[in-house]
Structures are given as C-alpha cells and as structure tokens.
C-alpha cells in the first residue's frame, strides 16, 4: 500500500499501516469487518478534519470518518482510504442557557450521559453506551427518550461541518437551513461534523425501568398482551422487547441464563408513583418468570445492554419499520426467532411513536416518524471473523417480516449487500431532495463511504453510481 505521508498543518496522531497500533485502531465494533486503510489519522481539532480530507483528495484516496465505529457495515474505515478519526475528540460540554450540550464528534453515547446527568439534564440517546453519538444523531437516530422528547436528531440545534469543498459552516434553522434539514437523518453524506449542538431537556436522573422475563414458549400471548398494552401508552413510557436466549450476565436469575425467553423491556421517565401504577397490569401478566423493574439512575438503565453486544464479536443486521403488531406479525416473529444458532443473536422491537410521530413527515431527513416499531434482527457470533450460519436465519426472518413491515426501514440499520434501492426504501419521499442536496454540498460524492446517496446531478450528467471520478 503506498504511503499517504503528513497533511500539511496536522497535529493530531497519524497511523499508518507497518506502525504500532495500526491494528488497534483500525478495529470496529464488527468484529466481521477487517479493513486495511492507508492512513489512520486521529485528528486533535476541527482543523485537523479540514487538513486530513484535503490531504485525502489531493491524493486520490477515499475518505472516511469514524465517529464511534459502530456502524454495523464497517463504513468508518475503507481498504486503502483515509480515515478522519474522531476518536480522540469526546468532550462534551454543558452551556446552562437553552440548556445545551456541546459535543466532539468522537464521542459515545456513555460521555454524553456522564456529562448531562449530574445536572439532571438529558436528551434522547442510544440505547448502549458504547455507541457513538455521530453516526447515530445523522441517521436519526432514536432510544428510551424519543416517546417523549422526539429523535435524537431532534434535539439537536447546531452542527459545524467541513464541506467537500473544505469550506467550513454552521447549519441550523438560521444558517444554511436546507443543510441542516438534510443532516439529520441523510446520514454522513453531506460533510464532515465537527461539533455538535444539542438541546437538553430536565429529565431529572431516576427512572422506572428493568426487564420482565418470560418463557418464549408463551412469546405469542406476551406480545399479544404487549400489544395491546403499549396502545395509547404515555409518551413517558415506553416498551422494547427482546426475543433472545437470557445471556449469561450478572443481572439475569442465574435459572434463566441460556434458556430462550422473551425480555419486555419497560421504562418510564417522569414521575415514577405514575409509573409504578401503569406498569401493574404489565407486571402481573402471566406472571412473568422473572420481574426486574426497578427504580434506579437513568446511566444504570443506559448501560444494561452494554455486554450484550461487546465489541469484536461478529455482527450481520437487517431491519424493517413495522406498523402496529398484527397476529399475523406476532406469530411470525414467534415462529422465526428461536430458529437462530448462536445464543447471541437476538430480535429486538424497538418502540416509537409519541413525540417522533407528532412532528410533520418533512421536519428532517429523519424516518420513521410514522412507524409504531422498528425490528433489528441481528445475528451475532462471540468469535467474529466473517461468515456465521445465523447470516442465514437473519435474512429468513428478515424475508419472513416482510409482509408485515411499512416498507421503509431506518437507514442506521441498513446492511451494505442492501444496495441503492433499500436506501431508496428508507428514504421514501425524502430521496430526490436529498439527492439534490448532494449534488449542491457534495457534487464529486467525496462523502460515500455510507448509505450513500449519489448526488442527483451526477446521475443527470449519466453517472448512475454518482461516484467522484
Ligand atoms: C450496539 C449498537 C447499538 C445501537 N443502538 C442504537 C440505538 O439505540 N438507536 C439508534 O438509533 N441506533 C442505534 N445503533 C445504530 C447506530 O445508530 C449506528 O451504528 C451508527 O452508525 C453508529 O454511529 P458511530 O458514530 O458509532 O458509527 P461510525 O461507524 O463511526 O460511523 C457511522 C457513519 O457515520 C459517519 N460519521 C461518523 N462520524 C461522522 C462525523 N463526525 N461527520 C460525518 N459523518 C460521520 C461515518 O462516516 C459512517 O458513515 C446501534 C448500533 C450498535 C452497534
């Protein structure tokens, strides 16, 4: 691999192949995906970012940027590209006015609530701490808080960028407003963020949260009575539900461990005597096998899932927005998700609506604000490498969800063998102004290592891959 030598003004660390460390950093959250970049660079500052991309274009090499490097595809890192490594920027910085968050774009999910909670402030988040916050906020991106305080791209209020051009600029409401409409939710095409600015809500620092565990021989009744339970629930609550083996971690009744179960995973945010008293009908069904809910700190909560999904194990996902559970769908998701191999693959529900369906469809590039559920079937495998039979039993239930689905899918959970049309798919309506966007912030499509949208007149001028000659 030739050598991609110092871009001009750098201060931060470069790492090139050959050099300690090189494999450490280029490691992913996938454990599947084993990728050989040309030059590693861990940027110190936003002009470092600058510095790195022009570099990167001067030479001809793909660009990409790692934020938390959790995207399931691997997309932070290219054989033979250039990474703009956020790594070692995770500072988040809490302003009392707004109040608002202002965040490095290396950071996780983890920094964020360790830096907003002593003040008993909060935004929505991702659901496992280890996430990076910049992949997940430019997707949509969505978790506990969202019923209640909309996406996680809906709360934020700023974000400076790095143009394809190395311009640099600010998009909000107020400046270039069509970029910032196009950032949350057009995932990574668009430029390269430099900091974040969230809006904070007082969410105070307790919650009402836990799993209930029951046997998955009773999954179709569980989630027939989960379905009607969560119809016309409180923004304040809402349920996820889990359809795995019970892992073998300390907060699981050590009889349960290894055995299939459906995990509901309640949580309630606001006053928690209101809480107690709308969880009691979900509490008593059954009776459940296991009952878990607690009250305890909103960072516990965050992390419960943490070892579920370590780094380094080998991960394949596929994923559908689903509308209302039909019987139809339950049965199906019942049939399907015990068929896996390997105790750690699992299907998760994810809950939405709330505050995410209040706001218009055209609000942002986000999607799934007419979803009641998205699904993520994922197949995971502790010795990672590439290649895990329960591949197979991810796109069966993927195919098998299918009829019951609305189509559309959230592009975070998006697979790279889904080519253009599922990103087409999860776009809808969106698609065509996102394209023209490109083509005016990112005509060469410098950004493509992502759900890639090709600029549309790169496609007007007879480029069907839209790709930067
Ligand atoms: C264990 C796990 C749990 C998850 N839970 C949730 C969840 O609760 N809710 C949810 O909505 N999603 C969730 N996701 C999906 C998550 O949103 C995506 O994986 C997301 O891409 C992760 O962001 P990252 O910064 O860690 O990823 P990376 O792999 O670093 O980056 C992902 C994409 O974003 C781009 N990017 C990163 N940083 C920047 C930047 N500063 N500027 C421009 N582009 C950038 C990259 O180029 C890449 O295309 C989860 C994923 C995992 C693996």
Request: with cysteine.
């Amino acid at each position: 691999m030739r050598r991609l030598g110092t871009p001009a003004g750098f201060t931060g660390e470069l790492i090139h192949p050959g050099d300690t460390g090189y494999d450490h950093a280029r490691r992913l959250w996938n454990g599947a995906i084993d990728r050989h970049p040309a030059l590693i660079a861990r940027c110190a500052s936003p002009d470092d970012a600058a510095a790195v991309l022009a570099h990167a274009l001067e030479m001809g090499a793909p660009v990409t940027v790692r934020g938390g490097g959790h995207n399931v595809c691997g997309w932070a890192l290219a054989d033979g590209g250039v990474a703009i490594d956020f790594s070692l920027l995770r500072r988040v910085e809490i302003q009392a006015q707004g109040p608002r968050a202002r965040v490095q774009p290396g950071a996780l999910w983890g920094d964020f609530d360790a830096a907003t909670q002593p003040w008993g402030l909060g935004a929505p988040a991702g659901i496992v701490t280890h996430t990076g916050l910049a992949g997940l906020t430019l997707g949509g991106g969505f978790g506990w808080l969202s019923r209640r305080f909309g996406l996680v791209s809906d709360n934020l209020v700023a974000a400076d960028l790095v143009l394809a051009s190395g311009e640099r600029v600010r998009a909000s409401q107020q400046d270039h407003p069509d970029l910032f409409w196009a950032i949350r939710g057009g995932g990574a095409n668009f430029g390269v963020v430099t900091e974040f600015e969230f809006g904070l809500h007082a969410t105070g620092t307790q919650v009402l949260a836990g799993p209930i565990f029951h046997a998955a021989g009773r999954a179709r009744e569980v989630l027939r009575f989960y379905r009607d339970f969560i119809d016309g629930a409180p923004d304040e609550l809402s349920v996820y539900v889990s359809l795995r083996t019970a892992p073998d971690l300390d907060w699981v009744p050590a009889e349960l461990r290894g055995t299939p179960v459906v995990a509901l995973l309640p949580f309630y945010t606001g006053d928690l005597d209101e809480g107690e008293r709308l969880l009691r009908p979900l509490r008593s069904f059954g009776p459940p096998a296991a009952d878990l809910i607690q009250r305890k700190p909103y960072t516990a909560h965050q992390a419960l899932l943490d070892a579920t999904v370590p780094h380094g194990w080998g991960y394949y996902w596929k994923s559908h927005y689903l509308p209302p559970l039909t019987d139809a769908a339950i049965d199906t998701l019942a049939d399907h998700a015990w068929r896996k191999s390997s105790a750690a693959s699992y299907t998760l529900v994810f809950h939405l609506g709330g505050q995410i369906a209040r706001l218009p469809a055209d609000h942002s590039a986000a999607t799934g604000r007419d979803a009641n559920h998205a699904l993520v079937i994922n197949a995971a495998w502790p010795e990672g490498g590439p290649g895990h039979p329960d591949i197979g039993w991810c796109r069966d239930t993927f195919r098998a969800m299918e009829p019951h689905a609305t189509g559309a899918v959230y592009v975070n959970f998006v697979h790279n063998d889904e080519g253009e049309a599922r990103v087409r798919a999860a776009y809808g309506q969106r698609y065509q102004r996102l394209a023209d966007l490109k083509a005016l912030y990112d005509p060469r499509n410098v950004f493509r290592n992502n759900q890639n949208i090709p600029p549309a007149s790169a496609k007007c001028q007879g480029q069907p891959d839209g790709e930067h000659p």
